[in-house]
């Protein structure tokens, strides 16, 4: 099993269509999450970070369920802009552990 | 903000040559920076991590001696790709971030062709 699992996509979506993305992770140890935005063949960008208490930046909200493992990305409101790669990370250890990435793919 | 400098950001290079790769933390102090490697349509995955002044430590199935990690000092670590082969051929990205800092920066990427 991987350590961190997220369906690859692709979701099409119109613009002003909620999306989430979930993603889950085998190490129970993980003490941070994160989520990423990475362009195609560009480097990863965070977006934002998850805490258990579930955390929310403008048109994204992010929540993490440690008793099931899993975290999730909801983006409201989709733009043109938002189309890109969503990676989830995970840190079981002081290294970062990334999903595969869900691709996003907005259209007018 | 942190930034860190990566070059090349592209190269294409015959198989058996060798390719570095540079990343530098500019504006600040990086005392480990972390190697990853992406293959299309696949997660970064983690080649090794590299400390300042001292060895790096290089992830399962990664072989040490054909992909040479020197980090000399707190603003400079290098990838060498020695003798590339086509197989080699990936997205290389490099990442750090200073003491004390969760935050991670990354390089702007490098994509190697091997021919």
């Known amino acids: 099993r991987k350590e961190v699992e997220q369906d690859p996509g692709p979701f099409n979506v119109p613009e002003g269509a909620t999306v989430a993305f979930n993603c889950t992770y085998s190490n129970s140890a993980s003490q941070s999450f994160f989520w990423y935005r990475q362009d195609c063949r560009k480097e990863p960008k965070l977006l934002m970070s998850?805490?258990?208490s579930g955390n929310e930046d403008g048109r994204f909200t992010a929540q993490l369920n440690r008793a099931s493992q899993y975290i999730s990305l909801l983006i409201r409101d989709s733009k043109l802009s938002d189309s890109a790669t969503y990676l989830c990370?995970?840190?079981?250890?002081?290294?970062?552990?990334f999903g595969t990435g869900t691709r996003l793919q907005v259209f007018p | 903000g942190a930034v860190v400098s990566q070059h090349p950001s592209r190269v294409i290079c015959k198989s058996g040559t060798s390719v570095k790769i540079e990343c530098r933390s500019l504006?600040?102090?990086?005392?480990?920076m972390f190697w990853y490697r992406q293959f299309p349509k696949q997660s970064l995955m983690l080649m090794a991590t590299?400390?300042?002044?001292?060895?790096?430590?290089?992830e399962q199935g990664v072989e040490k001696d054909k992909f040479l990690i020197n980090h000399a000092s707190l603003t400079l670590s290098t990838l060498t790709v020695t003798s590339a082969h086509p197989e080699d051929s990936s997205f290389y990205i490099c990442?750090?971030?200073?003491?004390?800092?969760?935050?991670?920066?990354f390089g702007s990427g490098t994509q190697l062709s091997v021919l």
């Open positions: 998850v805490y258990s």
């Open positions: 590299s400390n300042e002044g001292s060895k790096a430590t290089y």
């Open positions: 990442s750090a971030h200073g003491q004390g800092d969760e935050k991670l920066f």
């Open positions: 504006d600040f102090q990086a005392t480990t």
């Open positions: 990370v995970v840190t079981p250890t002081d290294k970062l552990i």
